[in-house]
């Protein structure tokens, strides 16, 4: 079945970047688009873009234009999001999510920004 | 980009009852909508695509209904698992957007 793992929690200062990853399986890797979303506590979900896995190819939300990178490893099927000079409302869940059916999402990786 | 507007913020309900829920584009978004169910703690999941598809394993009570710009989502009778938030979202043009939620309550 389809299943995305995510990295672990971070902890990270003002200013400082973090890269999450989201290795997948179940299905063929570089066949649909991966989608980061994410959602600051108690809020609702933010669309942040998606990387076409095959190509490479990416769409960023204009929000984060400039500060969020995503890449992927095809060789070992995982896609990953960098966010840099972070802010304390980065503070977030973040997410990554397959197109692939059965739809499946990450169980979330925990970023949060504290000095 | 596209504003999703999703009405109620919050609602109550009782075991068994009809639950509708809408969602507005700003603009013409075709069928490209899904609905996600979010219980605490949890990632979402997609119950809904293109508009009124359920996704495989999704119980029948739930629904979608619409086009163009106006959505409704129904669960025909609610069951004490169907407790959590409901987001609609679109794909038709990039930004995806999400509807800002309706925590669906116990009443």
């Known amino acids: 079945q389809v299943q995305l793992v995510q990295s672990g929690a971070e902890v990270k200062n003002p200013g400082a970047s973090v890269k999450v990853s989201c290795k997948a399986s179940g299905y063929t890797f570089t066949a649909y688009y991966m989608h980061w979303v994410r959602q600051a506590p108690g809020q609702g979900l933010e669309w942040m873009g998606r990387?076409?896995?095959?190509?490479?190819?990416?769409n960023y939300a204009q929000k984060f234009q400039g500060r969020v990178t995503m890449t992927r490893d095809t060789s070992i099927s995982t896609a990953y999001m960098e966010l840099s000079s972070l802010r304390s409302d980065d503070t977030a869940l973040y997410y990554c999510?397959?197109?692939?059916?059965?739809?499946?999402w990450g169980q979330g990786t925990l970023v949060t920004v504290s000095s | 980009d596209i504003q999703m507007t999703q009405s109620p913020s919050s609602l109550s309900a009782s075991v068994g009852d009809r639950v509708t829920i809408t969602c507005q584009a700003s603009?013409?978004?075709?069928?490209?909508l899904n609905w996600y169910q979010q219980k605490p703690g949890k990632a979402p999941k997609l119950l809904i695509y293109d508009a009124s598809n359920l996704e495989t394993g999704v119980p029948s009570r739930f629904s979608g209904s619409g086009s163009g710009t106006h959505f409704t989502f129904t669960i025909s009778s609610l069951q004490p698992e169907d407790i959590a938030t409901y987001y609609c979202?679109?794909?038709?043009?990039?930004?995806?957007?999400f509807g800002q939620g309706t925590k669906l309550e116990s009443k």
């Open positions: 979202q679109q794909y038709h043009n990039l930004p995806y957007t």
């Open positions: 999510a397959s197109e692939a059916r059965p739809s499946s």
């Open positions: 990387i076409n896995p095959n190509s490479g190819g990416t």
């Open positions: 603009q013409d978004i075709s069928n490209n």
